[in-house]
């Protein structure tokens, strides 16, 4: 069982992950940090029934956030998912190698907004939090089999519309 001691070095921990992975999806700090307070919030509520048996702590966070992810979107309904991640992944100072990284991100990243937003928390997930299919599986309630197959399947949407060279640079710089 966690202490409620034992939760401040959970949220040192976790709070860059868990505001990433918003972030990401939403692009847009203040909300993203007001998701991230939500999430811990609900976590401390409910620490007596988290059960280290059935859950890793950070499957158990990634879900609330995905809960509270959910919840954001059908409040707000003119969200954009995945915005445009050449304004969060690069800065460029003018360099011709620079400019074409980021104008290749910015077609990954249309692509990206064009997915079915379980398949877009999919890829941000293996992506961007390096988390594992089985993670992935418990935290999106579905089996590491349909997870792996829709990575499978966002990828190469991904392949048919962006070369494959840009793919690799986008997984690179992510």
Request: charged share 25%; hydrophobic share 40%.
């Amino acid at each position: 069982m966690i202490s409620k001691n034992d939760f401040a070095d959970i949220y040192e921990e976790f709070f860059p992950k868990l505001y990433s992975y918003i972030f990401h999806r939403i692009n847009d700090c203040k909300i993203s940090e007001d998701l991230v307070s939500q999430v811990f919030f609900k976590a401390l509520r409910n620490l007596d029934k988290y059960d280290e048996s059935k859950w890793q702590i950070s499957t158990w966070l990634y879900t609330i956030t995905s809960n509270t992810l959910i919840d954001y979107y059908r409040k707000d309904e003119q969200y954009e998912s995945i915005e445009e991640y050449e304004n969060t992944l690069i800065h460029t100072d003018n360099n011709r190698q620079d400019i074409d990284i980021e104008f290749n991100i910015s077609k990954v990243a249309e692509v990206l907004k064009k997915l079915p937003t379980r398949s877009q928390e999919i890829i941000t997930l293996r992506i961007f939090q390096e988390l594992s299919f089985v993670e992935i599986a418990k935290i999106v309630w579905i089996w590491e089999s349909g997870v792996k197959m829709s990575f499978a399947r966002s990828i190469e949407v991904i392949k048919n519309s962006v070369n494959l060279l840009i793919l690799f640079i986008f997984l690179l710089i992510g």
